[in-house]
């Protein structure tokens, strides 16, 4: 199996920023594609960005275009993401996903492993 656990996560004022890391331990591969997602209280789980294995394909939600980026670190099996201008509606769970699989599309259509969430709250 492959654990994934998210840091980086707290308190920042608008305007702020964050950057998010997930360690990835176990049966990981160079092969995995891997994500970010949120939610918000009441709300849905939404997509937030996306990389593949190699760094050369990424993938972001509209909502967070220009303002956040992901990146990754192969020998390290770990993800990040740079979030910059924060927002108050950014504020919610931050979880990091993981494939099983080596999807040959982008981004990957779904998404087998996942993190336990970092909280990010985003104050005015």
């Known amino acids: 199996q492959v654990q994934l656990v998210e840091s980086g996560g707290g308190l920042v004022q608008a305007g702020g920023s964050l950057r998010l890391s997930c360690a990835a331990s176990?049966?990981?591969?160079?092969?995995?594609?891997m994500g970010w997602f949120r939610q918000a209280p009441g709300k849905e789980r939404e997509f937030v960005a996306a990389i593949s294995w190699s760094a050369g394909s990424t993938y972001y939600a509209d909502s967070v275009k220009g303002r956040f980026t992901i990146s990754r670190d192969n020998a390290k099996n770990t993800v990040y993401l740079q979030m910059n201008s924060l927002k108050p509606e950014d504020t919610a769970v931050y979880y990091c996903?993981?494939?099983?699989?080596?999807?040959?599309?982008?981004?990957?259509?779904?998404?087998?492993?996942w993190g336990q969430g970092t909280q990010v709250t985003v104050s005015s």
């Open positions: 176990g049966r990981t591969f160079s092969s995995y594609a």
């Open positions: 996903a993981a494939t099983g699989t080596a999807w040959k599309t982008f981004p990957p259509p779904k998404y087998d492993y």
